[in-house]
């Protein structure tokens, strides 16, 4: 029990590691699906992925060396069904009842079915499987392990350092299926994948400051990308050209949602788009206006406010300390217009670019009956 125990707090800390890759394209799928990130589905996903994880470790944990590996010569395959009955009786010897209940062979076995019970869970409550497929899915699941072991981790090993058993696959498969029967009480309880899916597509109606926030990333990271393969062929092409990055991000944030419906690349991957505050498609020049007027709010006047300062500070106009103090007392009313702004997305207001140009984020994430 207790290197069972380690090996599940070594599951934990990977856990982490393999959430930070699956988190943002998760995130984007329910986004272009539902329109929003519903915190239940969250939970019953995360603890799937953290329980087939945890199973996956129990099955290729502990690891032992190459050298350790060459070394074994002991059979690779037991393929004679309910073997593991010989094995109890082999360990309890002569002793008397309890040492057929208090046996190793048999918390082996039951070990191997209580292993595959929150799969067929997780299949029949979240993804609403039939027990065929469930049945199918569960051995499916118990022959991936066993093959896992038979060809020693996928051909690192000079040879399998584990023991293909039958017995463990009939066990990993009726686990399955008892998890599925033993899901049944609660499914008067826990809400179902449909009223989930609807408390997201209702959620999914207004863009939330998390959406928001997700396309932004996406398109400052898309944007940036782009910049830099432009730098990189004009000079595979010895060509100059001024303003690159500029020109780069006037043809990404004005020109691209102009042509594409109101869409940047961010905006597709999260179901939303920019739209007249009418909500339907805005005019060439309001994507303009909205384009100028974010550039001049987050660089153009920060950037004549400090080439002020500079020259106030150059002429002695100002005094350095007053310079210093006035140069963070912008930064920080800077500051707080971002945690301002933030707050008027969360609330859904409209911030003063979209005032200025008319237009608004809407979500085009759409529920199909």
Not at 21 to 50: A, M
Not at 76 to 99: M, N, T
Not at 262 to 273: I, S
Not at 353 to 366: F, L
Request: net charge positive; hydrophobic share 50%.
């Amino acid at each position: 029990m207790e290197l069972y125990a380690d090996i599940i707090k070594e599951a934990l800390l990977f856990f982490p590691v393999l959430a930070f890759f699956v988190t943002i394209p998760y995130i984007i799928h329910n986004y272009r699906k539902f329109g929003s990130v519903l915190s239940l589905r969250i939970l019953i996903v995360y603890s799937f992925v953290l329980y087939l994880l945890c199973a996956y470790f129990l099955v290729i944990l502990p690891l032992p060396s190459r050298q350790e590996a060459a070394l074994l010569t002991g059979p690779r395959l037991q393929l004679i069904p309910f073997h593991f009955a010989a094995d109890i009786i082999k360990e309890a010897g002569s002793g008397g009842i309890l040492s057929y209940i208090n046996n190793p062979a048999l918390f082996q076995m039951l070990f191997n079915v209580a292993m595959t019970i929150p799969f067929g869970m997780y299949l029949r409550y979240y993804f609403q499987w039939s027990r065929k497929k469930t049945l199918a899915a569960s051995f499916l699941l118990s022959l991936f392990f066993e093959l896992t072991q038979l060809s020693g981790l996928y051909f690192y090993y000079p040879r399998s350092y584990r023991l293909f058993d039958v017995d463990d696959l009939m066990a990993n498969t009726l686990g399955g299926i008892l998890g599925y029967y033993l899901t049944g009480p609660f499914l008067k309880v826990l809400p179902n994948r449909q009223q989930m899916d609807a408390v997201s597509f209702r959620r999914g109606r207004e863009v939330s400051l998390a959406r928001r926030l997700t396309a932004i990333v996406i398109d400052i990271t898309a944007a940036v990308l782009l910049g830099g393969a432009a730098a990189v062929l004009c000079r595979i092409c010895s060509v100059t050209i001024p303003y690159l990055s500029w020109i780069v991000c006037f043809g990404y944030f004005v020109l691209l949602p102009a042509f594409y419906g109101g869409q940047t690349f961010g905006k597709r991957l999260t179901g939303t788009k920019i739209a007249a505050v009418s909500r339907q498609n805005a005019v060439w020049y309001q994507y303009v206006i909205r384009g100028v007027s974010i550039f001049l709010g987050l660089y153009g006047i920060p950037r004549l406010v400090y080439e002020f300062l500079e020259f106030c500070a150059r002429y002695h106009v100002i005094t350095e300390y007053g310079t210093l103090f006035l140069s963070g007392l912008f930064a920080a009313g800077y500051c707080f217009y971002f945690v301002f702004a933030a707050v008027m997305m969360a609330l859904h207001k409209p911030l003063f670019y979209e005032k200025i140009s008319r237009t608004q984020v809407i979500s085009t994430v759409r529920r199909r009956l």
